[in-house]
């Protein structure tokens, strides 16, 4: 694990400081999301949090609003799955709506990640929970492989990377989904998967576009 920590911490201090506020919030923030889509939608802030993180494989930020905000339309209208699209896998659609109609997403969300990402989106305060996906299994190992093949290679060292994740966040008086982002955001940058400098724009307009309107002002 401390060979894990060490490497998580090398890549931490390398963070950008908008790459540190983004991350430090960004659980946070998508928190607030699925706040102002449950009450759009009249369903509780887990419902979303739960519809949200089932729609997330393979999907973008802003489709994965979209497509959550379709997913409650749906559950309180009585549509059925086929009668509308996501971005990413049916079976994930499936879940989602299930999530949507019973209100109850552990019932439904299968898998480490999946789960860990539910939770760090309903309770963004809570230390006990880390979401890690192949991004990371790609930072820790200080590969480039494509994410699925990382994803693939997750199984067995789950809990060992949520263990390391844990202890760098320690160390560096955050809570582990705050160090994780922070990582997975520099990680993205050093590979060139994607451009920070623009990211600081990202947020609120984008937003707004996805029709979340006011974040700011939403009572969490």
């Not at 905000?69 to 559950?75: E, F, G, I, Y």
């Not at 009668?83 to 997403?105: C, E, Q, W, Y």
């Not at 994410?147 to 199984?155: I, W, Y």
Request: hydrophobic content about 45%.
């Amino acid at each position: 694990m401390n060979a894990i920590s060490n490497r998580l911490l090398h890549l931490y201090h390398q963070a950008l400081p908008v790459e540190k506020a983004q991350g430090g919030e960004w659980y946070f923030r998508t928190h607030a999301i699925c706040h102002a889509l449950a009450r759009e939608a009249g369903v509780s802030t887990d419902t979303a949090c739960g519809v949200f993180a089932a729609l997330s494989p393979s999907n973008r930020l802003l489709s994965n609003i979209r497509d959550t905000r379709k997913v409650l339309a749906a559950a309180r209208d009585d549509r059925a799955a086929d009668s509308f699209k996501v971005s990413t896998f049916h079976n994930n659609k499936v879940k989602a709506l299930m999530i949507a109609r019973t209100g109850d997403p552990l019932a439904y969300l299968r898998g480490p990640k999946v789960t860990a990402f539910f939770h760090n989106i309903s309770n963004p305060s809570s230390p006990e929970f880390v979401t890690v996906d192949g991004h990371m299994v790609n930072a820790v190992n200080n590969v480039n492989r494509g994410v699925r093949q990382a994803d693939e290679l997750l199984t067995g060292d789950y809990g060992r990377i949520a263990d390391a994740v844990k202890h760098a966040a320690y160390l560096s008086d955050v809570l582990p989904n705050q160090l994780q982002a922070v990582v997975w955001l520099v990680w993205k940058r050093l590979t060139a998967r994607a451009v920070t400098h623009i990211q600081s724009e990202f947020f609120p307009s984008d937003y707004v576009a996805a029709g979340i309107i006011n974040l700011a002002k939403q009572t969490v």
